[in-house]
């Protein structure tokens, strides 16, 4: 299975002032195309922390997806730190320049092209639903931090990294809390080796006290550790399936 890493950037999450919004989007896209999330990363606006991570995951990674810093202010040093920590320079995209230039008009300025900006040897990904470009350089996804923006830009995802098995998540609910089902989930937990389970407690919801989930890519083995956990329910403590 196709591994990947998320590294979050933006000195505005580590300070509490905007709340992250792209990381549990960005695992459910793919959980949905097959690849395994393995770590998340999130630091400050620095060029060299920045850099220093992009080269540890890339190389531990199939994969690696940039949130944030792609800009044209101050603080938008993801480019600078990519391009960095591949030992390269940074140049001007000429496509990505006539985009800004076209959508601009009369209105664009030098600010608006440092957006044009990309580590040297970088590629374009682009498809027909959305053409504004993503830019990809070796395994590293260089994607925007806005979260309207970044979900834009996950049918460029889909395009290259398509294919994969999805996972397959079901999920049940109980009345009981953990301490309770511990004996009946370690043993369906040992049972079920190639299935990811989880358990998830709510202290103030009226409907259920703990909810249940098994991941994984082989459905007939997902259903059958759910199923298996059900069954060995009290009577009255199933709340629902999924």
């Not at 040297?120 to 590293?140: F, K, Y």
């Not at 937990?189 to 006290?209: C, F, L, M, N, T």
Request: proline content about 6%; some cysteine.
């Amino acid at each position: 299975m196709r591994t990947a890493a998320a590294l979050i950037i933006g000195n505005e999450l580590l300070s509490g002032k905007i709340a992250e919004g792209n990381l549990q989007v960005l695992a459910l896209e793919l959980r949905a195309l097959g690849v395994l999330l393995r770590r998340s990363v999130m630091v400050l606006d620095d060029v060299e922390t920045i850099a220093r991570e992009v080269r540890d995951l890339s190389v531990a990674h199939d994969v690696v997806f940039t949130s944030g810093g792609v800009g044209p202010t101050h603080d938008d040093l993801t480019i600078e730190s990519v391009a960095r920590a591949f030992g390269v320079g940074v140049v001007i995209s000429p496509e990505i320049e006539r985009l800004i230039k076209g959508y601009y008009g009369e209105r664009c300025t030098p600010g608006h092209l440092l957006m044009a900006r990309v580590p040297e040897g970088a590629r374009l990904v682009t498809t027909d639903a959305v053409p504004w470009p993503t830019v990809v350089m070796s395994n590293v996804w260089i994607l925007p931090g806005v979260p309207e923006v970044f979900r834009m830009k996950l049918p460029h995802v889909r395009s290259e990294l398509g294919g994969g098995t999805p996972f397959l998540s079901l999920a049940a609910y109980t009345t009981l809390d953990e301490g309770d089902i511990k004996p009946l989930l370690d043993r369906v937990v040992a049972a079920h080796a190639q299935v990811e389970i989880g358990s998830y407690p709510k202290w103030h919801d009226p409907e259920y006290r703990t909810k249940l989930t098994f991941d994984g890519t082989i459905p007939a083995k997902v259903h059958a550790a759910r199923d298996e956990f059900v069954a060995g329910l009290p009577a009255g403590a199933l709340v629902r399936v999924e």
